[in-house]
């Protein structure tokens, strides 16, 4: 069956960087792209973000560009996604999400368990 | 930014009763438009998308309609499992995709 699992919980300083995997598996991984998805403690859904596992093509969100860079490492059907320059803000789990679609980002049908980030001094 | 809005904030239904959850966009959307269901503690789940395409394994009580700025998610007869949080999602327009803040289904 399709599964995403994610890397564990990870507690860092202001000013460092995290990088959070998504491995795939149950499906062909170079059909589909991989969008992340975060949420900030009692909060709603935030996009970060999409990578076409096809050729590697991103999109940003805007209030994370420049932070942000997402891989795919084909070998191992993983996705990873580096967010640099935390910020107490960027408190949130973070979800990698299977998309519908190859090339542009539509819609995630299966998601990983998510992963906790705590950004505190 | 496609701005979405979502109401009411929270819904209380009995079960069995029918729950009717509004979503509106900011400009048209066209049918580029999907629901999430979230429990606590959980990832989303899809249940609509294309504003009326049920996904796999989501039960039939769940449909969806509404095209342009003002969609709808009924669900017709409410079960325990879906007391949660629901969210729709546009994908017309990106980056960014842009959620709703969300509607809290719970028992009344």
């Known amino acids: 069956q399709v599964q995403l699992v994610q890397s564990g919980a990870e507690v860092k300083k202001p000013g460092a960087s995290v990088k959070v995997s998504c491995k795939a598996s149950?499906?062909?991984?170079?059909?589909?792209?991989i969008s992340w998805v975060r949420q900030a403690p009692g909060q709603g859904l935030e996009w970060m973000g999409w990578?076409?596992?096809?050729?590697?093509?991103?999109n940003y969100a805007q209030n994370v560009q420049g932070r942000v860079t997402m891989t795919t490492d084909t070998s191992t059907s993983t996705v990873y996604m580096e967010l640099r320059s935390l910020r107490s803000d960027d408190t949130a789990v973070y979800y990698c999400?299977?998309?519908?679609?190859?090339?542009?980002?539509?819609?995630?049908?299966?998601w990983g368990q998510g992963t906790l980030v705590i950004v505190s001094s | 930014e496609i701005v979405m809005t979502q109401s009411p904030a929270t819904l209380s239904v009995s079960p069995g009763e029918r729950a009717t959850l509004s979503c509106r966009a900011s400009?048209?959307?066209?049918?580029?438009l999907a629901w999430y269901q979230q429990k606590p503690g959980q990832a989303p789940r899809l249940l609509i998308y294309?504003?009326?395409t049920r996904a796999a394994g989501i039960p039939a009580r769940f449909s969806g309609s509404g095209s342009g700025t003002e969609f709808t998610l009924t669900i017709s007869s409410l079960q325990s499992e879906d007391f949660a949080v629901y969210y729709c999602?546009?994908?017309?327009?990106?980056?960014?995709?842009?959620f709703g803040p969300g509607t809290k289904v719970d028992i009344k």
């Open positions: 999400g299977r998309d519908l679609a190859a090339m542009i980002p539509t819609v995630s049908d299966c």
């Open positions: 149950g499906y062909t991984f170079t059909s589909y792209g």
């Open positions: 990578i076409s596992a096809h050729n590697g093509n991103t």
């Open positions: 400009q048209s959307v066209g049918s580029d």
């Open positions: 294309g504003a009326s």
């Open positions: 999602q546009q994908y017309s327009n990106w980056p960014p995709w842009t």
